[in-house]
């Protein structure tokens, strides 16, 4: 019922920023969680960011806490992720996911989530 695409990401300099975009189909977006996973090679999968419905409930691993923004748009069905000062060790494939919730609640495992998008690549040089 829902596909998500991500856009946004490429080749950056440490240091630098860029800006993640997950855009949702459907008309319900504003009643999935959603978050943001990355996957390098060789490592298994981690939570980046998650938001809930209305966006009043977030959390940020320690990794990226301060440098890393998520945030939606229920309005354009879109969640964002900004990424600012990154490091080498960001380098990893990003993707997109949602999960049905009725209840308001952010989720950080990846076997909560409903769906997902095809990733994007997000490298980092030094």
């Known amino acids: 019922q829902v596909q998500l695409v991500e856009s946004g990401g490429g080749l950056v300099q440490a240091g630098g920023s860029l800006r993640l975009s997950c855009a949702a189909s459907?008309?319900?977006?504003?009643?999935?969680?959603t978050g943001w996973f990355r996957q390098a090679p060789g490592k298994e999968r981690e939570i980046v960011a998650a938001i809930s419905r209305s966006g009043d409930n977030i959390y940020y691993a320690d990794s990226v806490k301060g440098r890393f923004t998520i945030s939606r748009d229920n309005l354009k069905n879109t969640v964002y992720l900004q990424m600012n000062s990154l490091k080498p060790e960001d380098t990893a494939v990003y993707a997109c996911?949602?999960?049905?919730?009725?209840?308001?609640?952010?989720?950080?495992?990846?076997?909560?989530?409903?769906?997902w998008g095809q990733g994007t690549q997000v490298t980092v040089s030094s």
């Open positions: 996911a949602a999960a049905r919730d009725q209840s308001g609640s952010y989720y950080i495992r990846s076997y909560e989530y409903d769906y």
């Open positions: 459907g008309r319900t977006f504003s009643t999935y969680a």
